[in-house]
């Protein structure tokens, strides 16, 4: 069996977004690395926008629900990393757009 594409992954996972921020969370920058193994398990490496955030089991379980719909996962896990920290220049552009968080030139 082949492994699951990383691509793919990162597709799937932008149908999760952070309750709070309102943006996925591929886009938020807070998925570091996806792992494929042999006989479809598919683990991701993220992180959260802070420590203790109250629904890191939320996102957990949608995030293994979801990986389980690409056909071939079988298994789905999550590991919380904290390093790097997570702040606003992991953000891509477009989810600064999705933010409105433009620079902006002060006068």
Do not use: Q
């Not at 932008?14 to 006989?39: A, F, Q, R, T």
């Not at 479809?40 to 389980?68: F, H, N, Q, W």
């Amino acid at each position: 069996m082949e492994n699951i594409g990383e691509n793919e992954v990162l597709e799937k996972l932008k149908s999760i977004k952070d309750p709070e921020m309102g943006i996925n969370i591929v886009d938020l920058g807070l998925v570091y690395k996806v792992h494929s193994h042999e006989g479809g398990k598919v683990t991701v490496d993220m992180t959260l926008t802070g420590k203790g955030c109250p629904i890191s089991d939320v996102i957990k379980y949608e995030i293994e629900e979801a990986l389980k719909d690409i056909p071939g996962v079988r298994e789905a896990a999550v590991n919380f990393v904290w390093e790097p920290e997570w702040n606003y220049s992991m953000i891509s552009p477009a989810g600064l757009e999705i933010l409105e968080l433009k620079p902006h030139k002060h006068k």
